[in-house]
């Protein structure tokens, strides 16, 4: 049915197939400008005014419908975006690597809000907030996983229902593959020492921890120094995720915003290693 997520189970192969359905969103926003610049011509009258009006409601209407025919198919194979006016598919083999990019549009809207908007404003970013009340990590609120081939790139956002299956899906066949890289955008990894292109390297020990905020940043910070030692974007750090995981497999302190989503395998490596630096004795001082 439209508007449900399908997850079909191939009985054969035992291949997990699934296909997404947009949110409505983008049908909303295009209703938001149609629906004025329909009446707009309408009022003006007259030949010109009704054939604008028709003509728009015609464009609106095709756009509309179009919309609602996007989706985005996973199975065993590769990942496929019908997206308004195209197709794309990727091979899970034929990916080369990814960006991605998880923001909590909520963050720092407040005071803005607050500001410019008085009390309308503080009830949209209350309302904004409190749909975004989901356990830590689990949702995609703002941004994109950006797939790339061999000249395809292919998106996937939050403009799909449930697109958190889709995700978990495709980061785990991504990263399965691409389990040997060492570059990551800017820098590299090769398990012992983290190298940046113009920062220099950094050994595991010199590390003091690696932090993602919730608008989006990646910040790194060396041991004994106040300020960061490198702070990027997260859409500029390729295979971000993957490069998480390898950070606190090797026992380097990774802290995430709960706003910022997160696959479940990295998830699970970072709180695994926070339970373990949570379980060692702490250093205490006693007074003679």
């Known amino acids: ?88 598919r990727l091979a899970w083999g034929d990916i080369q690597g990814y960006s991605f990019s998880s923001i909590d549009p909520s963050a720092g809207a407040g005071g803005v809000g607050a500001i410019q908007g008085g009390v309308v404003g503080v009830l949209v970013v209350a309302a904004l907030r409190s749909a975004f009340k989901k356990p830590a990590h689990t949702a995609l609120h703002s941004g994109r996983l950006l797939l790339r081939g061999a000249g395809t790139k292919l998106k996937v956002d939050p403009g799909f229902r449930d697109v958190v299956l889709a995700l978990e899906q495709t980061f785990a066949e991504v990263h399965r593959r691409l389990a040997d890289t060492t570059r990551f ?52 750090i390729d295979n971000l995720m993957l490069l998480l995981e390898k950070l606190a497999d090797r026992g380097v302190s990774v802290e995430v915003a709960g706003a910022c989503y997160l696959p479940g395998a990295t998830l699970h490596l970072i709180d695994r290693l926070a339970a373990a630096q949570r379980s060692l004795p702490s250093a205490r001082v006693h007074q003679p």
């Not at 390297?201 to 989006?216: C, D, N, P, Q, R």
């Open 185 to 236: 955008g800017p820098l590299t990894f090769d398990g012992s020492t983290l190298t940046h292109v113009k920062k220099g390297a950094l050994a595991l020990m010199e590390i003091e921890k690696v932090s993602v905020g919730s608008s989006g940043t990646v910040t790194i910070r060396k041991v004994g120094k106040r300020l960061s030692w490198v702070s990027l974007p997260m859409a500029r």
């Open 1 to 88: 049915m439209e508007g449900e997520t399908r997850l079909e189970i191939a009985r054969v192969e035992g291949e997990t197939r699934l296909e997404l359905s947009p949110t409505g969103f983008g049908r909303l926003l295009l209703s938001c400008f149609a629906v004025p610049a329909i009446g707009i011509a309408a009022v003006v009258g007259g030949p010109v005014g009704i054939g604008v009006a028709a003509a728009l409601s015609v464009g609106y209407g095709a756009l509309f419908w179009r919309l609602g025919r996007m989706r985005l198919l996973l199975d065993g194979e590769g990942i496929e975006r019908h997206g308004v006016f195209s197709r794309k």
